[in-house]
């Protein structure tokens, strides 16, 4: 696990650009697709805006790519705006030369959502997998929605929401934790471990806790983020809020601060 604190979420946002930006043109001089795992909710709106002003100022092409979500509400039209499929569409997609076609979701409308999730499953296992796969956690330490309880090595399902999400997500819903679907489908966290790179963005004192589990917790389902401890390329980028109650920050600043810069992430 590599954990770099960031001076600004300005910095956070390029330090995942960056990763993203070396990894496709890395498979252009390969002439292999590049395949990215997206997530949604707060902490990688700015990365998306990075990679679209890349894009835009300095023609860095996505047109090769191919994106799997993490999740997606169940029960949402097709034309909610808060579906997640939209926001990715209008947070990333329509900004940059990502083929729509490229890019997919579990289906939260599919009268077996059973079978949906099988479908997805196969699905990233027929791309070849993930190769990078950005993230966020919950203040309960879930990912993706796996929320507090979820097996540690669990597959792409159907999952009910904690109060605590609907509440955290409530922001989107007009401030209406009850309009926030109570099910969802979720890669789990068997699927999320096994992508190539992890990129986990966090911001924020609300993220503290989950934060310090994180990096510096015992594994347990109680704080399912902590599997991401058994990953071979994890980096946890971090503003300082959200690093403030980690014990070794000082470490971790220092071995960034001394890290060779042709190494990247």
Same mark, same amino acid.
């Given at each position: 696990?590599?954990? %770099?604190?960031?001076?600004?979420?300005?910095?956070?946002?390029?330090?995942?650009?960056?990763?993203?930006?070396?990894?496709?043109?890395?498979?252009?001089?390969?002439?292999?697709?590049?395949?990215?795992?997206?997530?949604?909710?707060?902490?990688?709106?700015?990365?998306?805006?990075?990679?679209?002003?890349?894009?835009?100022?300095?023609?860095?092409?996505?047109?090769?790519?191919?994106?799997?979500?993490?999740?997606?509400?169940?029960?949402?039209?097709?034309?909610?705006?808060?579906?997640?499929?939209? %926001?990715?569409?209008?947070?990333?997609?329509?900004?940059?030369?990502?083929?729509?076609?490229?890019?997919?979701?579990?289906?939260?409308?599919?009268?077996?959502?059973?079978?949906?999730?099988?479908?997805?499953?196969?699905?990233?296992?027929?791309?070849?997998?993930?190769?990078?796969?950005?993230?966020?956690?919950?203040?309960?330490?879930?990912?993706?929605?796996?929320?507090?309880?979820?097996?540690?090595?669990?597959?792409?399902?159907? @999952?009910?929401?904690?109060?605590?999400?609907?509440?955290?997500?409530?922001?989107?819903?007009?401030?209406?934790?009850?309009?926030?679907?109570?099910? %969802?489908?979720?890669?789990?966290?068997?699927?999320?471990?096994?992508?190539?790179?992890?990129?986990?963005?966090?911001?924020?004192?609300? @993220?503290?806790?989950?934060?310090?589990?994180?990096?510096?917790?015992?594994?347990?389902?109680?704080?399912?983020?902590?599997?991401?401890?058994?990953?071979?390329?994890?980096?946890?980028?971090?503003?300082?809020?959200?690093?403030?109650?980690?014990?070794?920050?000082?470490?971790?600043?220092?071995?960034?601060?001394? @890290?060779?810069?042709?190494?990247?992430?």
């Amino acid at each position: 696990m590599e954990v %770099v604190i960031c001076d600004s979420h300005a910095s956070q946002a390029r330090l995942a650009a960056d990763a993203v930006e070396r990894l496709v043109r890395d498979r252009a001089t390969q002439d292999r697709d590049v395949v990215l795992g997206l997530a949604t909710g707060s902490s990688p709106l700015a990365v998306y805006d990075e990679l679209a002003r890349r894009h835009t100022e300095e023609g860095l092409s996505l047109a090769h790519a191919r994106a799997f979500l993490l999740d997606e509400y169940v029960g949402l039209p097709a034309d909610h705006p808060e579906r997640y499929r939209a %926001v990715i569409d209008r947070e990333l997609v329509r900004r940059v030369d990502l083929d729509p076609a490229a890019v997919h979701g579990p289906d939260g409308a599919a009268e077996d959502l059973t079978a949906a999730c099988a479908d997805y499953e196969a699905a990233i296992a027929a791309a070849g997998g993930v190769d990078l796969q950005l993230l966020g956690i919950g203040t309960d330490g879930h990912v993706a929605f796996n929320e507090p309880g979820s097996s540690l090595g669990s597959r792409t399902r159907l @999952k009910t929401l904690t109060s605590q999400t609907r509440q955290d997500n409530a922001r989107f819903f007009g401030g209406r934790p009850e309009a926030v679907p109570p099910h %969802v489908l979720t890669q789990g966290l068997g699927t999320i471990l096994e992508a190539r790179h992890l990129v986990l963005l966090a911001q924020g004192t609300a @993220k503290g806790e989950a934060v310090r589990e994180l990096v510096e917790g015992a594994v347990s389902a109680r704080w399912p983020a902590t599997v991401l401890q058994h990953h071979p390329h994890l980096t946890v980028l971090l503003d300082e809020d959200a690093a403030g109650r980690l014990e070794l920050a000082d470490h971790y600043r220092e071995a960034w601060a001394t @890290k060779p810069a042709w190494q990247g992430l």
